[in-house]
């Protein structure tokens, strides 16, 4: 696993979480989909799913086939790999802990759906022990979830290394009431989907990924609401489709003027503050520069390789 290990150790060392622009879902009873992984060079995250993607009847192929995956194939893949568990309430909890805890390397992220309590949180820490150090991103799928959300990462964080929520929008819809599927638009989630974003910017690492969009084939929808999240402060999308993953690299990725913009901040700023000493400063001869500025600067570094 060397290759996914060493992203992992940028993002360690520097204190920044790694781009998950696309986050694509892969199911893990389906091994011929898991073998086509080291054709899709342009994904941030891959995400080998053992739950919403796998029939309640192929739980433990899909179990059997990440554990083969992680064990011999993994180190062909330069990006990271992560794996989908099952909700702690279910009852393929203990099966997927065991699986964890039995292979022979860590995963670069773990990733846990439908976490609606901080007790859920606590017995996940406690099963899977202190021997590794996990990454986390979590799921943010229900009406209680959502509310107390805070509590919830505010425990995550102190259990793990917290990294990312992802919006389940059709499990929160479901959960709310929302009649139908939602428009096109998902104008019936704007608040959830705003207050998710809101709630991660209060922790360093957490970076808010946003909902899937179901239909694959319509890929000028895909980017219009990628476009859309990634202006309401999202960091990443669900893919379920390789072709869904340019449109949404393309929409999480700062422009080449943006970039430009923010190196030439951080290298102003901390000549600034190395030749000056003081907070505020004025570049390029109109912009006030402070603290949220600079932070906003890094946030568009960190989204770049």
């Known amino acids: 696993m060397a290759a996914a290990a060493t992203l992992r150790q940028v993002g360690a060392y520097f204190g920044r979480s790694l781009p998950r622009r696309a986050v694509l879902t892969v199911p893990s009873s389906d ?23 796998v029939a309640e009847t192929a739980k433990k192929l899909a179990r059997e086939n990440i554990f083969r995956y992680l064990n011999e194939s993994v180190s062909k893949i330069n990006r990271e790999i992560c794996v989908r568990i099952n909700a702690v309430s279910s009852n393929h909890i203990n099966d997927d802990v065991k699986l964890l805890k039995d292979l022979s390397t860590s995963i670069d992220c773990l990733f846990v759906p439908k976490v609606d309590t901080v007790d859920e949180m606590k017995w996940l820490a406690d099963r899977l022990g202190s021997n590794r150090q996990y990454n986390l ?48 638009d998902a104008v019936e989630l704007t608040y959830a989907r705003q207050k998710l974003v809101t709630i991660c910017r209060l922790f360093e690492n957490a970076q808010p990924i946003d909902m899937v969009y179901i239909n694959f084939k319509d890929l000028d929808g895909l980017k219009k609401q990628s476009e859309q999240g990634a202006a309401w402060g999202f960091t990443g999308k669900q893919v379920i489709h390789p072709q ?14 943006s970039t430009t913009w923010a190196k030439e901040l951080i290298e102003a700023y901390e000549k600034h503050e190395k030749e000056e000493g003081k907070g505020a400063f004025t570049f390029r001869g109109q912009t006030m520069v402070d603290k949220p500025l600079l932070r906003r600067a890094r946030h568009i570094l960190n989204m770049t390789r």
């Open 31 to 53: 091994w011929k989909k898991l073998t086509k992984l080291t054709t899709f060079t342009n994904t941030d995250c891959v995400v080998l799913d053992l739950e919403d993607g």
């Open 137 to 184: 991103v979590l799921y943010c799928e229900s009406a209680r979830s959502l509310v107390d959300l805070r509590s919830i990462l505010t425990t995550a964080s102190s259990l793990f290394s917290l990294q990312g929520v992802v919006f389940g929008s059709d499990d929160f819809s479901a959960d709310v009431g929302i009649n139908g599927r939602y428009s096109l």
């Open 244 to 257: 869904q993953v340019p449109i949404v690299q393309a929409a999480f990725s700062p422009s080449e003027s």
